[in-house]
C-alpha cells in the first residue's frame, strides 16, 4: 500500500485582496478561501494512484484556522486523513518558510511516504517554489510540472512536456512532484463525501510547539525574501488610424508591426512579405 502525502493550499477567491502596507502581508481573513486549483490537480493524481495500486493518502495545508476548510473538502474527495499547521508564529512565511515547517510536518506524520505531491503553482503567488524547496527539505528526488504519474517496478514513471518535446523520467521512491493542471482535473465531492468528512473530523490540528520548529525560521522574520509592493499592472491602449488604399494600409502594417507579428507567429513576416510582392509582379 502507498503512503501518499499531497499539500494542499488555500487561496483567496477574489482577484483583488486586500493588502496590509505595514506587515507587507495580504489579509487573507477578510477574503473566502479556496482550495488552489493546481493542488485539486495534485489531489486527483494521488486519488487515481490510489484507486489502482491501493494506499492512503494524507492531506496537509498550512495556514489560518479557516484553512481546515479545504482539509474537510479533501476528506471528502477521497483523502483518508488532514493535518492542519495553524500557528501565529508562522504567518507571513516565504517559501523557504513554508517549506521548512511542511517538511518537518511531514517527517511528524507521515515518515515512511512513498510521494509527496504538491500543485505546480499557487493562485495568489505563483512561485512554482514550494514543490522542489520541499523536495530539498526532504532529501528526496523532485519532478516539476508532472502530467501523468505510473507505478512500475518499485518506482515512479512520470511525463512531462517541457519545449514541445514529451519527457519520460523514473523516480525512485520516495519522491516528491509538482502536477500540472493539464491532466487530472479534480473531482466534486459528493454530498454524501461532504457529510461523511464532516462526521468523521479526521483531522489533526499541530502549531509551532508541536513540531518543535526554529522560530528563526518561520513566519515573517524566518523569511529570507521581503515584498516591496503589490500593485495591480495597467495596460494602457493607443489607437492608431491608417488612411488611404487597402494596399497602402497594408503596406503601413507591415512597415510599423511586421517585427512584433513576427515575433508572435514565430516566422519571418517581413520577408515572407516581401517575397510574395515579388511573386505577384
Known amino acids: 500500500m502507498l503512503k501518499l502525502v499531497v499539500c494542499i493550499k488555500q487561496v483567496p477567491m477574489v482577484s483583488e485582496l486586500p493588502w496590509d502596507p505595514n ?35 494524507v492531506a496537509i495545508t498550512m495556514g489560518p484556522p479557516m484553512a481546515e476548510e479545504v482539509l474537510y473538502e479533501a476528506i471528502a474527495m477521497g483523502a483518508d486523513r488532514g493535518v492542519l499547521l495553524t500557528d501565529r508564529s508562522m504567518a507571513g512565511g516565504d517559501t523557504s518558510a513554508t517549506s521548512y515547517t511542511l517538511a518537518r510536518a511531514i517527517k511528524k506524520e507521515c515518515p515512511d511516504f512513498d510521494l509527496v505531491l504538491c500543485g505546480c503553482y499557487t493562485s495568489d503567488s505563483e512561485t512554482a517554489q514550494v514543490g522542489p524547496q520541499l523536495a530539498e ?6 519532478a516539476a510540472y508532472i502530467e501523468h504519474i505510473a507505478v512500475k517496478d518499485g518506482a515512479f514513471r512520470l511525463h512531462r512536456v517541457t519545449d514541445n518535446f514529451l519527457e519520460v523520467l523514473e523516480m525512485d521512491m520516495p519522491g516528491l512532484v509538482t502536477v500540472t493542471t493539464h491532466t487530472y482535473m479534480p473531482r466534486y465531492p459528493s454530498l454524501e463525501g461532504l457529510q461523511s468528512a464532516f462526521a468523521r473530523s479526521d483531522i489533526k490540528i499541530l502549531n509551532a510547539r508541536d513540531l518543535r520548529l526554529d522560530p528563526a525560521k518561520i513566519g515573517v522574520n524566518g523569511s529570507p525574501t521581503k515584498i516591496i509592493n503589490v500593485y ?7 489607437n492608431i488610424v491608417m488612411q488611404g488604399t487597402a494596399k497602402k494600409v ?6 510599423k508591426f511586421a517585427d512584433r507579428i513576427s515575433g508572435a507567429i514565430g516566422k519571418d513576416l517581413k520577408t515572407h512579405y516581401h517575397d510574395n510582392k515579388a511573386c505577384t509582379k
Open 23 to 57: 506587515t507587507r502581508t495580504l489579509k487573507r481573513n477578510l477574503a473566502e478561501g479556496m482550495m488552489n486549483p493546481a493542488c485539486g490537480h495534485a489531489l486527483e493524481a494521488a486519488l487515481q494512484i490510489k484507486k489502482q495500486h491501493g494506499g492512503h493518502i
Open 137 to 142: 527539505e526532504l532529501d528526496v528526488p523532485g
Open 232 to 238: 495591480s499592472p495597467t495596460a494602457a491602449k493607443k
Open 250 to 255: 497594408v503596406d503601413e502594417i507591415f512597415a
